[in-house]
């Protein structure tokens, strides 16, 4: 009953910057934590950033100071702005948003993923 759309994503070189966005749509009533995550080859799916309701963040090691996530509550959307790319960031992004339907059921929905590709 919810679905992500995620577009974004592609090919960029070191150091250039890209922006992902993530639409959630259906039978949602709230929205409460919304993240990325990214899995490269042969490796696992790693949260990338997480922001909740009420708007506190916290991001992966790696991504600090490079990376900020960001949500429209009005639009069920969330950002994921990604500046000072490196080699290591390339991998399939995923968004991911966790709520309560009208129905009152929780849900955890997931994005298709989109490819990220840094390199020159």
């Known amino acids: 009953q919810v679905q992500l759309v995620e577009p974004g994503g592609g090919l960029v070189q070191p150091g250039g910057s890209l922006r992902l966005s993530c639409a959630a749509s259906?039978?949602?009533?709230?929205?409460?934590?919304m993240g990325w995550y990214r899995q490269a080859p042969g490796k696992q799916r790693e949260l990338v950033a997480r922001?909740?309701?009420?708007?506190?963040?916290n991001y992966a090691d790696s991504v600090k100071g490079r990376f900020t996530i960001s949500r429209d509550n009005a639009k069920n959307t969330e950002y994921l702005q990604m500046n000072s790319l490196k080699h290591e960031d390339t991998a399939v992004y995923y968004c991911?948003?966790?709520?309560?339907?009208?129905?009152?059921?929780?849900?955890?929905?997931w994005g298709q993923g989109t490819q990220v590709t840094v390199s020159s």
């Open positions: 991911n948003v966790q709520g309560t339907t009208w129905g009152k059921a929780t849900f955890g929905a």
């Open positions: 259906g039978s949602i009533f709230s929205i409460n934590a």
């Open positions: 922001i909740t309701s009420g708007g506190s963040t």
